[in-house]
């Protein structure tokens, strides 16, 4: 095997730190805010959070010998991979891998290339049925952030390097439901539009087929209201469960049942017959297609919850 010269050791060093003005991927707020993909993947083999830094110099040579015709010969690539702090940790850890620019004269871009979020749960996070139930490790979840070349070039490296393969999630209208259910009714504190209006949970849905001037249609629910029939529903099934989380679960799907139905009250309309597609809670924005964007609200929450459905 041909051994590194020490200035190529030293490029991998360099090349392996993120551009200041690109970090933006500092703690787990910065994933706030951001639009983007969610991914389920096989367990990464031999990974090792002390390898870190060899993962980035292993995706900034990857990416260039992938990527460097896309992006153009005046720019070098540069990969840092780092623990994402700020969220709690009894459900599993976070990493961040970001890949940046730097052109030839020594000038760095402005915002990064390509972000990755990976979210490793614990063991025991599945639910009962799930193939990672027990003490089998969970299915990582990735978010990610950049174009289609980038996109694929990251997944081929995850290959490579730890024999993982990746495959877009997509939500059911039933998945759907259950994340409304349980995000819009969450105890995070109420937050405001920047007209101060409170925010509420939206649900948009859409016809299967199409039906003029009725395609689509927009439920909208004060945070504050979905809470407190949360409360009710749990209170009128206090007797029915002896375990908590039980109750809980039935009651979480209830509470879409209640909105639909008193939504056909007044409206003769039946949200059953149409497809949810779409919802914003004040945790996350979310739909079907996996698109997801964060609030600030309760974070670690939702990389909990996109663990289980990883793994159904």
């Given at each position: 095997?041909?051994?590194?010269?020490?200035?190529?050791?030293?490029?991998?060093?360099?090349?392996?730190?993120?551009?200041?003005?690109?970090?933006?991927?500092?703690?787990?707020?910065?994933?706030?805010?951001?639009?983007?993909?969610?991914?389920?993947?096989?367990?990464?083999?031999?990974?090792?959070?002390?390898?870190?830094?060899?993962?980035?110099?292993?995706?900034?040579?990857?990416?260039?010998?992938?990527?460097?015709?896309?992006?153009?010969?005046?720019?070098?690539?540069?990969?840092?991979?780092?623990?994402?702090?700020?969220?709690?940790?009894?459900?599993?850890?976070?990493?961040?891998?970001?890949?940046?620019?730097?052109?030839?004269?020594?000038?760095r871009a402005e915002s990064p290339l390509f972000q990755a979020?990976?979210?490793?749960?614990?063991?025991?996070?599945?639910?009962?049925?799930?193939?990672?139930?027990?003490?089998?490790?969970?299915?990582?979840?990735?978010?990610?952030?950049?174009?289609?070349?980038?996109?694929?070039?990251?997944?081929?490296?995850?290959?490579?390097?730890?024999?993982?393969?990746?495959?877009?999630?997509?939500?059911?209208?039933?998945?759907?439901?259950?994340?409304?259910?349980?995000?819009?009714?969450?105890?995070?504190?109420?937050?405001?539009?920047?007209?101060?209006?409170?925010?509420?949970?939206?649900?948009?849905?859409k016809a299967p087929e199409y039906i003029p001037e009725l395609?689509?249609?927009?439920?909208?629910?004060?945070?504050?209201?979905?809470?407190?029939?949360?409360?009710?529903?749990?209170?009128?099934?206090?007797?029915?469960?002896?375990?908590?989380?039980?109750?809980?679960?039935?009651?979480?799907?209830?509470?879409?049942?209640?909105?639909?139905?008193?939504?056909?009250?007044?409206?003769?309309?039946?949200?059953?017959?149409?497809?949810?597609?779409?919802?914003?809670?004040?945790?996350?924005?979310?739909?079907?297609?996996?698109?997801?964007?964060?609030?600030?609200?309760?974070?670690?929450?939702?990389?909990?919850?996109?663990?289980?459905?990883?793994?159904?």
């Amino acid at each position: 095997m041909k051994r590194k010269h020490r200035r190529d050791i030293q490029d991998d060093r360099e090349d392996a730190l993120v551009p200041h003005s690109a970090q933006e991927l500092q703690t787990a707020k910065d994933v706030a805010g951001k639009t983007w993909l969610t991914y389920r993947a096989s367990p990464l083999h031999a990974f090792k959070e002390e390898r870190l830094a060899d993962y980035a110099a292993s995706l900034r040579r990857h990416m260039t010998a992938d990527c460097q015709e896309a992006v153009g010969q005046r720019w070098r690539f540069l990969a840092a991979a780092y623990r994402l702090p700020g969220l709690a940790e009894q459900h599993g850890r976070v990493f961040a891998f970001v890949v940046g620019l730097k052109s030839v004269a020594g000038k760095r871009a402005e915002s990064p290339l390509f972000q990755a979020i990976l979210s490793i749960a614990r063991p025991g996070t599945a639910p009962e049925g799930a193939q990672g139930r027990g003490e089998h490790p969970a299915y990582p979840v990735f978010l990610l952030r950049g174009n289609k070349t980038t996109t694929d070039s990251f997944s081929a490296w995850l290959y490579g390097q730890f024999d993982s393969r990746v495959s877009q999630l997509s939500f059911s209208p039933y998945t759907l439901a259950r994340m409304a259910a349980l995000w819009g009714s969450s105890d995070a504190p109420p937050k405001r539009s920047a007209s101060g209006a409170a925010e509420v949970l939206e649900l948009v849905y859409k016809a299967p087929e199409y039906i003029p001037e009725l395609n689509t249609i927009r439920l909208t629910i004060p945070q504050e209201d979905m809470r407190r029939l949360a409360a009710e529903m749990t209170e009128q099934n206090h007797n029915l469960y002896k375990e908590e989380d039980d109750k809980l679960a039935e009651v979480r799907p209830g509470l879409l049942r209640a909105l639909e139905e008193h939504f056909f009250y007044h409206f003769r309309i039946s949200l059953s017959a149409f497809l949810l597609y779409r919802i914003s809670t004040p945790v996350a924005h979310v739909n079907s297609s996996g698109k997801l964007k964060l609030t600030e609200a309760n974070i670690s929450l939702v990389f909990q919850q996109l663990a289980i459905y990883a793994q159904l």
